[in-house]
């Protein structure tokens, strides 16, 4: 019955008063005599009315400078464990706030099991601990108003949490347990890789994000941790070993910064947490440096072609600096100056004076322990793609040759400054960053150097490092859109052109292991979950299958709801007639071939859907379930509680068993994409078990694809053995 799928998904992804006049009036003609003219009687002329003032203009509005900034008093201990401890009390609100800064990062991922530290962070969390799981720990949190979060970024991971004052034990307990001994729970981990398979399958669907991914990756290099990207691969190859192994290697008590601020007692702080974690005592080699950069160009136009847009999405620059660099203030200051807000020269000239681009801005990027990104990016008419590129490879050019203005500095020192202040209005962002200039190691007073370098810069300044730091001859550019549509080829800006490649490479499945042990136990298992369901003997008797279904479709954020038949006949024809929204659509295969009626008409089936036809009648339970009698198809354990079954044709799934009941939990398996597409990836989960003629069957079945809910379906009726023919199944609508 849940077979019926294979055909909808990829069909319902296709539906996928009268006007004022004015007048001139001329006053009425008479024919009466004139009468003599009389003086006219003079009105008194009426006192000038007392206007009201009107509203301030936004010119008038004085606004105080802002306030210093001022760093807090911050309690700083490191405890018998080896963990540092950071306090700052902060009495305003009854609230208690703080976070734990892991060093460790994505940088560290294995090259082939990338997403590994994403993975780590996320079910760290999730995963819950062993005494209660991640949803328990939601329903206690949220009962008291009360967070605790978890995260691993390129450099760093994280632990934070907040509550109320009066919580604050609580609440420190679970942040404990989640933080030391995190659980990393099976279910977990594939609903993170499901989300994760989703998030891989949908990256090329906005094209500013694939110009911000490409032109990141090309700069870094796709070879290396900072640009290498997440594949399907990847996803597959992580286990929970390896998120337990990982958190043993970075989570540790002398890799740990731990930064509390709110409404406590310093010494009553101190002490609470020493008692907290005096059992956690792990030890373990100091974490090694982070891989280093690969400063090398990478020069070129990269074309990526995407027809489904109506703009030209770009990015053009090259690598950029590091926050301590001594120039960094004045490279901020220009990049402001060329591309930052209404009044820059990017926007005045590309989009107000020529109308070119929707939007532009640029930047120069800065990280704390590696080169950033100068960039500047945007979109435009697909027509104007090179002559924005010239314009503003122009007006870079004007900043390597002449002063910029009086006004423009003053203002653009102003902006930084300013700007820069609201990264410390808060005592918990203030501590934050304080936190985080010593987890890089830069000093203590960094924050007010910057301000005095921003202070300080002039028109010199700013014309010498453009000068020194913009690179025309590096510059890498990223366009995507549609290269019929450019007005002129990208090849008129002088540098060589590629095509860059957005196909999202198929999941390589790394095969079970096919040694006489893994098939022992492949067949074991089989065996049990054979005497879950009503036994091989019950089961070699179903010679012919018929259910009836309701469904709810879920694409495009839409739910559609849609009825179902599905006809079988051992060993292969199978008939599936669907009452869908768009109208009645019916398929039949006869395990060679087959037809399809829409209300498109009539016509024979072809790839794609023969793939997935074959794919659907491998995959019914009654010759999935006895696949051990034929001798075509392999049985393997991949693990304790998963057999990969697979045939010569290339057709095969993975079947999760529940461990106390023995029944199918999950069933995952790949069918042949649409119109070009990657084969799709698809996770089924079985629930309501119900008897049918002595075989069990389940009732619910839910379908996703790639990660995203696809499909609900409910078993209404089924009948076993009767007495389908092959006849009856062939006959056209």
Known sequence: ?????????????????????????????????????????????????????????????????????????????????????????????????GFALIRTGNLFDPPDKIGLAEMTGTILRTGGTAAKSGDEIDEQLENIAASVESSIGETSGRVGFSMLKENTGEVLEVFHDLLTAPEFRQEKIDLTKTQLRSSISRRNDNASGIADREFNEILYGKDTPYGWRIEYEHVDHIRREDLVSFHRRYYFPGNVMLAVYGDFQTAEMKARIEKLFADWTVQQPPVPAFPPLRDKPAPGVFVAAKEDVTQTFFQLGHLGGVLRDKDYPALEVMSDILGSGFRSRLFRRVRTQLGYAYSIGASWGANYNHRGVFEISGSTKSVSTTETLQVIREEIEKMRTAEVSDEE????????????????????????????????????????????AVAAVRKADILRVAKEYLKPQEYTIVAVGKPKDFGKPLSDLGQPVQTIDLTIPELKREPAKADAASRDKGRQM???????????????????????????????????????????????????????????VTA???????????????????????????????????????????????????????????????????????????????????????????????????????????????????????????????????TINGGITAEELGKRP
């Open 526 to 584: 089989l065996a049990r979950l054979q005497k879950a369901v009503g036994g091989v003997d019950k089961l070699a008797t179903v010679k012919d299958y018929s259910a009836k279904v309701n469904a709810q479709i879920y694409t495009g954020g839409s739910e559609l709801p849609a009825k179902m038949h599905q006809r079988w006949l051992a060993p292969s024809h199978l008939r599936q007639d669907q009452d869908l929204p768009i109208g009645k």
């Open 588 to 718: 039949y295969f006869d395990g060679v071939s087959g037809w399809i009626h829409s209300p498109q008409g009539l016509g024979p089936l072809q790839e794609p859907f023969l793939g997935q036809m074959r794919s659907g009648v491998f995959r019914l339970p009654f010759s999935l379930w006895l696949s051990d009698r034929d001798s075509s198809r392999t049985i393997s354990a991949v693990d304790d509680a998963v057999i990969e079954i697979s045939d010569s044709q290339g057709n095969w799934v993975r079947v999760q068993v529940d461990e106390k009941s023995g029944l199918p939990v999950k069933e995952r398996y790949r069918t042949p994409g649409m119109g070009g597409a990657p084969a799709t990836e698809l996770e089924e989960t079985y629930g309501d078990w119900k008897e049918a003629t002595g075989v069990l069957l389940p009732h619910k079945i839910e379908i996703r694809r790639s990660g995203e809910k696809a499909m609900e379906m409910t078993i209404e009726e089924i």
């Open 1 to 97: 019955m849940r077979r019926m799928a294979l055909l909808v998904l990829p069909t319902a992804l296709l539906l996928s008063g009268q006007p004022a006049v004015w007048r001139r009036t001329e006053p009425p003609k008479t024919t009466e005599p004139a009468k003599a003219a009389t003086p006219p009687v003079r009105p008194k002329r009426a006192a000038a009315p007392v206007r009201e003032p009107g509203p301030p203009s936004y010119r008038d509005l004085k606004f105080p400078p802002l306030r210093d900034v001022r760093i807090p008093e911050v309690a700083t201990f490191t405890l018998a464990n080896g963990m540092k401890l950071y306090l700052v009390e902060n009495h305003e609100l009854p609230v208690v706030s």
């Open 409 to 452: 500095l003053e203002s653009a020192k102003q902006k930084v400054v300013n700007g820069f202040v609201f990264n410390f209005d808060t005592p918990g962002k203030t501590l934050g960053r304080v936190i985080a200039y010593e987890y890089h190691g830069y000093p203590k007073d960094f924050i007010f150097q910057y301000q005095k």
